[in-house]
């Protein structure tokens, strides 16, 4: 008697894992691509941190025009594999408004910013998690150098 309980119970239990399996998969699912999206979009947060920051330097010491440095930084955008067709970039002098890197003084604050669509870098076709008009974007302040760059014509004194 005891034996032919047990086997009962057994059969009914038989198909309970694929049942919990079908409801919990879903979920699993859902939780795994929204992990996956937030971490693409801290990937990108990062390289566009990057490229502004080394577009910082490149305008704070005087030598790169407005469009050197806008080119500085989407080369660097293009080689980290970030696509740069909807990419804005904005250099601009916070001291003195309108003043080119090239024309700003000592100690002039610089800021660049770039931001691109979330929808240019997303791996999921689902925007489930985040609109489809949800911005990343990245800003740096600077503080201009040009008075104090390092000469171009070194001469070498004459030794003896």
Avoid: C
């Amino acid at each position: 008697m005891r034996n032919t309980l047990h086997r009962t119970s057994r059969r009914r239990r038989r198909g309970l894992a694929a049942v919990e399996f079908a409801v919990v998969l879903p979920v699993i699912l859902v939780l795994l691509l929204g992990l996956w999206e937030v971490g693409r979009m801290v990937e990108v947060e990062a390289i566009l941190y990057n490229a502004v920051a080394v577009g910082g330097r490149t305008a704070s010491i005087g030598l790169n025009s407005a469009t050197q440095v806008q080119t500085t930084i989407t080369n660097y955008l293009s080689l980290a594999g970030v696509p740069t067709q909807h990419a804005t970039v904005t250099i601009s002098d916070l001291t003195n408004p309108g003043t080119d890197p090239t024309l700003a003084t000592a100690l002039d604050q610089i800021q660049l910013s770039v931001s691109i669509p979330f929808s240019d870098v997303r791996w999921s076709a689902t925007s489930m998690f985040l609109p489809g008009t949800t911005q990343l974007s990245a800003t740096v302040k600077w503080y201009s150098a040009n008075p104090y760059s390092y000469p171009t014509n070194i001469t070498v004194p004459s030794g003896s």
